[in-house]
């Protein structure tokens, strides 16, 4: 998206921009609840979104009335689950705009679809001193599952920097492929920064030298409209919780050439050809990696709630949330004792800052009780807190059903924790 | 201001993780331990040495963290020294009790008395593992920490 670098003028009242918010959060009646006597102001989005009624609603009624195992028995309700099963992987294939639907595999998230790309795509390949580019804004999910393979196999993991405000230097990280790099693997969007990668140029660099590209899209998915075809990308992960989906589902989208040559991740039922004694062969793709019965009501809930992101104008639920964090960017000027970490052209819509002389868990707290509900910590990105030399940050991040009023909260209250806590 | 966060960050709470006592590495000590809460990133090394009778003869902290952390890492270090490891022991387990906002009858009219500006933790839950963080570490250095 285009458009992502700039920020829109325009005031967040109904309809101004093609997207109601005050229609948006009729949807999501947990946004109507106090805490501590307040209204809750969710600005924690970025580590779970809050789900819209039709995706509940949706998880329950085919609980109600057409639930029953997928891919085995021969009745009525098998039949009928594993059409809603499959055709929520359709939902995910159109979401992507992936070219098959088999290039869509479900996992139980983002972190077990990375996982599964380590174990059955990267591993087999790997001799000692093959390197993995990374870069130091990546959330542990895409860390760790390349650790493994440094531990165990003798990669070498060869990290990326980014620059001051947060932004990626694609040269620096084109400078990082050599002939031993057998993988990129990088976020889509930061969960801390709200650095939004250059993917497209990142993919072209990478594949003008042989070498294949997973994105971790946790956040990116969320806030940008993702085109795998496009991209030409070749792994691209998301999980349903921050897609305001259910827990428990996740998908794996990856080009039918590299799902065909990648050896099974779980065995268990459902992803076998033929089992023998001393014999075994393995279901094709997707199937082949989806070991044991499958989160099917949350494949569901999963589907409605892409439906539901679809169904919305994303254009304008994109340029309602740069409103947001520029609002809030703006607002947060006037704190001198504050600093923004991440800055980077076209971010997307999370605010993640330290404090002089208060923790983050200090502030949280005061904020908490002020019914504002942030992330406070590491965010699972250490390495990338020690670039910035920071144990722990807070952060706001902002969904389509936030709105000024929410970031007006957020200001008062840290003015109220900087009269609490003060400077000492 | 709610009474509940003016009972957790009350002014004897900030001026100790403002200006924590006895902070900074202890050269000699005969025990050491760090403490780390992966949740939250708050770190605390605790330094000790025990004297021939085997009371606390010194005991100093180093670390980061919110300023309940902090705080609670001082007033320990405050607390602790000069005690005999069983009063020691004692003064833990009360204080364990107390920021839990369970009974702890075990603390002395002193201790308690010291120990009160650290009874709001226990309206935040959330926040209990921040106050005991320096107090697992100490018992860390002690068991297993010897130099």
Known sequence: ?424 | MDNALRELYQEVILDHSRHPRHYGALEGASHKAEGYNPLCGDKVTVYLKLGEDGRVADIRFEGNGCAISQASASMMTDMLNGRTQADAEKLMEGFLHLVKGEDAAGLSEDDRETLDVMGGISEFPMRVKCATLAWHTYKNALEEGAT
């Open chain 1, 1 to 424: 998206m285009n458009a992502m670098g700039q920020i829109p003028s325009t005031s967040p009242a109904a309809g101004a921009c093609g997207f109601d918010v005050r229609a948006a959060r009729a949807d999501f009646e947990i946004l109507w609840r106090k805490v501590y006597g307040k209204p809750l102001v969710y600005l924690d989005s970025g580590a779970s979104a809050q789900k819209p009624r039709v995706v509940l609603d949706t998880m329950q009624n085919f609980a109600v009335s057409e639930y029953a195992n997928v891919h085995r028995g021969v009745h009525f309700l098998s039949a009928a689950a594993t059409d809603h099963y499959e055709a929520a992987r359709r939902t995910v294939q159109k979401f992507l705009n992936a070219a098959h639907e088999d290039e869509i595999v479900f996992t139980k998230g983002g972190t077990e679809a990375i996982n599964l790309v380590s174990y059955s795509y990267m591993a087999p390949k790997i001799q000692p001193g093959d390197e993995i580019v990374l870069t130091v804004m990546e959330h542990h999910s895409n860390i760790v599952p390349w650790h493994f393979l440094r531990e165990r196999q003798g990669a070498v993991l060869k990290w990326v920097d980014v620059r001051d405000d947060g932004s990626l230097d694609i040269e620096a990280l084109d400078a990082a492929i050599t002939p031993k790099t057998k993988l990129v693997a990088v976020t889509h969007m930061s969960n801390v920064l709200g650095t939004v990668t250059p993917l497209k140029e990142i993919i072209a660099r990478a594949h003008a030298k042989g070498v294949p590209v997973l994105a971790d899209g946790c956040q990116g998915a969320v806030h940008e409209i993702v085109d795998v075809q496009a991209l030409d990308i070749d792994f691209y992960a998301i999980t349903g919780h921050k897609l305001y989906g259910p827990t428990g589902i996740g998908a794996l989208y990856a080009k039918r050439a590299h799902l065909k040559g990648m050896r099974p991740f779980n065995g268990g039922g459902e992803m076998i050809r033929e089992v023998a004694r001393d014999a075994i062969t393995y279901a094709d793709p997707p199937a082949r990696f989806e070991a044991g019965t499958p989160p099917i009501i949350e494949s569901v809930g999963l589907a409605a709630a892409l439906d539901y992101m679809m169904g919305l104008d994303r254009v304008a639920v994109a340029a309602h949330e740069h409103d947001l964090l520029a609002y809030a960017r703006e607002q947060v000027r006037a704190f001198n004792w504050l600093k923004v970490i991440g800055d980077a052209p076209g971010k997307g819509a999370i605010l993640s800052f330290e404090a002089e002389g208060m923790h983050a868990h200090d502030i949280a707290t005061i904020l908490d009780r002020e019914g504002v509900a942030v992330r406070a910590g590491h965010h699972c990105v250490q390495p990338l807190m020690e670039r910035f030399c920071t144990a722990s940050t807070t952060r706001a991040s902002f969904a389509l059903y936030n709105t000024r009023v929410d970031v007006d909260a957020l200001i008062a209250g840290l003015a109220k924790a900087r009269g609490i806590l003060g400077n000492g």
